[in-house]
Nanobody, 126 residues
Framework: QVQLVESGGGLVQAGGSLRLSCAPSGRASSIYGMGWFRQAPGKEREFVAGISWSGVSTYYSDPVKGRFTISRDNAKNTVYLRMNSLEPEDTAVYYC???????????????????WGQGTQVTVSS
């Protein structure tokens, strides 16, 4: 069983930046596509960004496009989410997710991911 561990969350002022990291423990060889989701209080979990196993394909939700960048280092089995120009609306718990099936498609639905992290809180103050 793969466990995903996120880090890098915290409190930041509007306009600031954070970088989230996610690394798996356990059988990292079974991880292919990876993604980030977030959930704000009282709202449903929503897709933020995803990246294919090769890193060639990425996809972003409209609210974060142009501000967030997803990347991965397969040598370190780590995926990153660089978040710039943060807004109070970005406040949420951010979850890392991994797909256990090889595909070149970046999945945007949480139902298509097999492994999840515990989440890391990101709070943006105005």
């Amino acid at each position: 069983q793969v466990q995903l561990v996120e880090s890098g969350g915290g409190l930041v002022q509007a306009g600031g930046s954070l970088r989230l990291s996610c690394a798996p423990s356990g059988r990292a060889s079974s991880i292919y596509g990876m993604g980030w989701f977030r959930q704000a209080p009282g709202k449903e979990r929503e897709f933020v960004a995803g990246i294919s196993w090769s890193g060639v394909s990425t996809y972003y939700s409209d609210p974060v496009k142009g501000r967030f960048t997803i990347s991965r280092d397969n040598a370190k089995n780590t995926v990153y989410l660089r978040m710039n120009s943060l807004e109070p609306e970005d406040t949420a718990v951010y979850y890392c997710a991994a797909d256990a099936r090889y595909t070149t498609v970046v999945h945007t639905s949480w139902t298509q991911y097999d492994y999840w992290g515990q989440g890391t809180q990101v709070t943006v103050s105005s």
